[in-house]
């Protein structure tokens, strides 16, 4: 299992969308990041209820996750 949580991924992607923007680059990127099925499962959970915290019918995604950035989409495979 990796040790990437939805902290680290905001952290990363934010710094990296920021830099991207200091030189100009405004076009969307991309980055790619291919976790195991159980850290798959556990940012996903993460993130849908950090995004709902009332929530109540979490569906898991089946096979990435995106997560948007200003210049920058993060996709998570498993």
Known sequence: ??????????KMGHEL????????VTLKNELNIKVDDES??????????RSNPN?????????KIKVTFPCLEIFIYK
């Open 17 to 24: 969308s920021q830099s991207l923007i200091k030189n100009k």
């Open 40 to 49: 798959f499962k556990k940012i996903d959970e993460d993130l849908y209820y």
């Open 55 to 63: 929530g109540d019918n979490f569906s898991p995604s089946q096979s």
């Open 1 to 10: 299992m990796v040790t990437l949580t939805t902290n680290e991924i905001y």
